[in-house]
């Protein structure tokens, strides 16, 4: 037996793997040369370096893994490798986890990541084998490392083969059947056993040398033998030395995926893996080349006469030029390659991006005028089809992807932009457990347990009905992929994983990909619940404070990419990422807020170091210093409440204004709905009152207002009666766990804040409307979405809001008990005074100021010029007011009394 722990060789630097990342077309896996099977590429060369070890494999944790020299190799020094999975301190007070005390020192060693064949799924009678070059003990040690953390010492350090997968994703912390074979660096080697129930213990010898250098063959075979069977691991090393070990196992735990498995600092590479399985057919598994390519619509702008927007697009591999041709037809006469390019970029793969491109897309004609279809194509290739399995038809895990000829086959689609507006609502996405089918006894979610797997969508039928919604905008607000739901990735990769997971399966893609997206990212989306207020930036910008600095860093640098196409992201900055979307017929606009990262703490014992400890609510969640939307941001909205000329605003990201939802009351020990210290209550925008006060009160200040958010895990449509303001909530989509409602909750209520309410609607997991009935039985779990309708061209523009089970067709009944079919008109603080109807410049952006140059309102003129008669709130009537037209050549200036 050899111990090896004191050599170190082929150490990496921090990153240094980066050096890896080729422009290769397509990876084979070492030994059966496997390699791309997309359309004509299907014999693309393989490449010798790489960060993508391609098609034929799959895993939770691809940043485990690179090709080096042609081989799978181990790979360390990714970027952010030393998450942790935790929570901000205010988690560990609210849920009394270590006496109310987050600790701040923490083992970062990485549990078993595990590199599974997706193409073999195999039964109780096979072999496996595989060849590992050993190349001695990573160097990744840092200043301040603890020699006690698990990755230094002898026998955490392991490679070996994974056997008996369920799900291709049993790795890291969510191995369920998976065991693991292989050498440990301790100079062991055999069976490393299970825990849990109906765990089984290791058994472990003795093994021969191992020396830098060695090339270790290692076999696993598999014997049924009456009701068991025989599962014989052998090591041999390049002297001859052999050693095997024995075990019998039921056939249930010897059936699955195979692959390899790597732990803690063993430095290895495989350039050799063999699957021998007569009895087992070979799994079909064809690859997607584009995992997604969406439309930010907020991006949508007029460049010099000339529409652009931005596409992001997540490719499966390394590649060259990503480019986009958009077309006025979906299949165009003379072919899609005819069409001519409209935008292109190169695919970058650098410390937080992983194989992306942002493309700004220059469109042939304004998407107020016609509907537009796009291809994407990658290195002169077409590779806008979805080839995976179950996309066109309703199917176990699918949900629904379209009417389209055969599978995948369809273009992209951006639906053309004018009134009525119409949005769908999506939020609190999720990936794992159970798929919900039709029974006898109505809908019961079934799975999950054991066999726990990625599923693209929580319940067949899933958007079934998407098409006749005629929507044109998914707005995807808070928790849209929940990057540490499943695990706090270590690298860029995972993180990337986590996110394809999410939004780049069959039927999300399609519904990103045939519409225009906002995508407004909340807490769990940066990889951590409740990331909000100061205590985010101190996280990005200290190292000792419980969580891996680059961790947070890699996140915020990724959202912003992918929410805005962002090429260079400050990792330490706050992002300014609030905006207004406003519609070519600059008739309604679509502003989107954070309200989380600019908000104030939500301590309030500020001063127990000042004397004051006794108290610890000095600084309560009602004081007026305290800040919502930080001072810059909600100058934006106050300029563009007053200064936008759209008829009709919808706004997102204010996540619970008013106080209808109720705090963690059970594991806050509280009878309270909203303690002050509960991290549950201060995680809505209400807990911030006196900041939401100030928003309320600014929202209310004009007609046509309203505001839609996700994050509560409900859907709910209420209307403060006070101010006349409308705020819906919409969710989930695939998580479960609705925030409960306040004492008092009904269709006539009062907030926790007193404000005065009434409600349309409530969609809960508990409470089917707002008398807080319960569901009938057999009726679909709550996952929903909201059905939202602007109609800027109306004489009156109106509102319809109504709330629908991810199954439900248009014409069924609006979930949650009833709906709110409005007008502008119906909506605001009553109106002082008004500006009359009058005559002006036609198609022109019309705005209000004070005789002191204040701005109060703006407006649009009719094609004829016509300005409908203009409500004012808060200004008495007999004011004088200044009223300016601009066409965008011209413009005209009266002046007018209020009346």
Not at 129 to 153: C, L, N, T
Not at 209 to 229: K, S, Y
Not at 480 to 499: C, G, H, Q
Not at 540 to 552: A, I, T
Request: with cysteine.
């Amino acid at each position: 037996m050899a111990m090896t722990r004191n050599v170190r060789a082929g150490g990496v630097e921090r990153r240094d793997f980066l050096k890896l990342s080729g422009g290769a077309v397509a990876v084979g896996v070492v030994g059966e040369q496997v390699v791309s099977g997309a359309g004509d590429a299907a014999q693309a060369a393989v490449a010798r370096d790489s960060l993508n070890v391609g098609p034929g494999w799959e895993s939770l944790n691809p940043g485990f893994w690179q090709v080096s020299d042609g081989a799978v190799r181990r790979r360390f020094g990714n970027y952010g490798e030393r998450a942790r999975k935790t929570g901000f301190p205010f988690h560990y007070e609210s849920h009394g986890r270590n006496g109310g005390v987050m600790p701040v020192a923490y083992d970062p060693s990485l549990p078993p990541g595990t590199l599974y064949r997706n193409d073999w799924k195999l039964g109780d009678n096979w072999t496996v084998s595989a060849e590992f070059v050993y190349h001695g003990i990573a160097d990744v040690e840092r200043d301040g490392d603890s020699p006690a953390w698990k990755m230094y010492q002898p026998g955490y350090g392991l490679l070996g083969l994974a056997f008996g997968a369920k799900s291709l994703f049993e790795s890291y912390d969510k191995v369920r059947n998976t065991e693991f074979v292989g050498w440990t660096d301790d100079g062991q080697f055999g069976f490393l056993g299970t825990s849990g129930k109906g765990g089984v213990p290791a058994a472990l010898q003795a093994a021969p040398e191992v020396r830098i250098g060695d090339t270790l063959r290692m076999t696993l075979r598999a014997v049924r033998q009456g009701q068991q069977t025989e599962i014989t691991a052998t090591l041999e090393t390049p002297r001859g030395e052999r050693i095997s070990v024995v075990q019998k196992r039921a056939a249930r735990r010897v059936s699955g995926y195979v692959g390899i498995v790597g732990r803690g600092l063993a430095d290895f590479s495989v350039p050799r893996f063999d699957v021998d399985a007569a009895e087992d057919a070979r799994l079909q598994t064809p690859q997607i080349e584009c995992l997604t390519c969406y439309p930010l619509g907020d991006t949508l702008q007029l460049v010099e006469g000339n529409w652009t927007v931005r596409f992001v697009a997540l490719f499966s591999s390394e590649g060259g030029r990503a480019e986009v041709r958009v077309s006025a037809q979906e299949s165009p006469a003379e072919g899609w390659e005819a069409v001519p390019v409209c935008g292109a970029a190169d695919i970058v793969n650098h410390e937080w991006r992983r194989n992306t491109a942002s493309i700004a897309v220059t469109l042939p004609v304004s998407p107020a005028d016609a509907t537009l279809y796009y291809t994407v194509w990658k290195d002169g290739r077409n590779v806008t089809a979805d080839p995976r399995p179950g996309t066109a038809a309703v199917g176990p895990g699918t949900g629904y992807v379209g009417d389209v000829p055969s599978s995948g086959s369809y273009a992209g689609r951006l639906p053309r932009l004018q009134a009525p507006y119409r949005m769908c609502g999506l939020s609190c996405h999720a990936i794992t457990s159970g798929l919900q089918q039709r029974t006898a006894d109505g809908w019961q979610i079934l799975g999950g347990g054991d066999d726990w797997q990625f599923r693209d969508q929580p319940t067949v039928d899933s958007y079934r009905h998407l098409e006749d919604y005629n929507f044109q905008i998914m707005c995807w607000e808070d928790d849209v992929w929940y990057l540490e739901l499943v695990l706090y990735p270590p690298s860029t990769d995972d993180a990337y994983r986590m996110i394809s997971a999410t939004i780049c399966g069959p039927t999300t893609r399609w519904q990103m990909m045939r519409h225009w997206n906002v995508i407004n990212p909340g807490d769990h989306d940066y990889g951590m619940d409740d990331v909000k207020g100061p205590e985010q930036l101190a996280l990005r910008r200290k190292d000792g404070l419980g969580q891996d600095r680059d961790y947070l860093r890699r996140n915020f640098q990724i959202v912003q990419h992918l929410i805005r196409g962002d090429e260079s992201v400050d990792p330490e900055a706050n992002p300014k990422k609030w905006r207004a979307w406003k519609m070519p017929n600059r008739d309604f606009t679509f502003a989107i807020l954070d309200s989380r990262l600019w908000r104030s703490s939500q301590d309030t014992a500020i001063w127990d170091d000042e004397g004051w400890g006794h108290d610890r609510q000095v600084y309560d969640r009602t004081d007026p210093t305290r800040s919502l939307l930080g001072e810059e941001q909600f100058a934006w909205l106050q300029q563009l409440i007053r200064t936008d000329s759209s008829r009709l605003i919808c706004l997102t990201g204010l996540n619970g204004m008013h106080t209808v939802w109720s705090g963690g009351k059970d594991y806050s020990r509280t009878d309270d709905d909203f303690a002050q210290r509960d991290r549950v209550a201060a995680d809505y925008a209400g807990w911030v009152a006196a900041g939401c006060d100030r928003v309320i009160e600014l929202l209310g200040s004009r007609e046509g207002v309203v505001s839609v958010y996700g994050d509560v895990h409900n859907g709910c449509i209420m209307r403060n009666t006070q101010h006349r303001l409308i705020e819906c909530s919409f969710g989930p989509i695939g998580r479960s766990g609705g925030r409960a409602v306040i004492e008092g909750f009904g269709r006539q209520m009062q907030d926790y804040d007193g404000r005065p309410l009434e409600v349309a609607a409530l969609y809960h997991k508990t409470h089917a409307d707002p008398e807080l009935n319960p569901h009938a039985f057999g009726q679909p779990f709550y996952w929903n979405f909201l059905e939202m309708e602007f109609d800027a061209a109306a004489a009156d523009p109106g509102i319809g809001l109504r709330i629908r089970n991810l199954v439900d067709a248009p014409g069924e009944q609006p979930r949650g008990g009833g709906e709110l079919n409005t007008a502008a008109s119906a909506t605001g603080r009553l109106p002082a005074s008004q500006v009359e109807r009058h005559q002006t410049l036609a198609n022109a952006d019309v705005r209000v100021v004070s005789e002191a140059g204040l701005p109060l309102r703006a407006t649009r003129s009719d094609s004829d010029g016509w300005v409908p008669q203009t409500p004012l709130v808060d200004v008495a009537p007999g004011s004088v007011v200044i009223v300016t037209a601009f066409n965008g050549r011209e413009s005209e200036s009266r002046v007018f009394r209020t009346s």
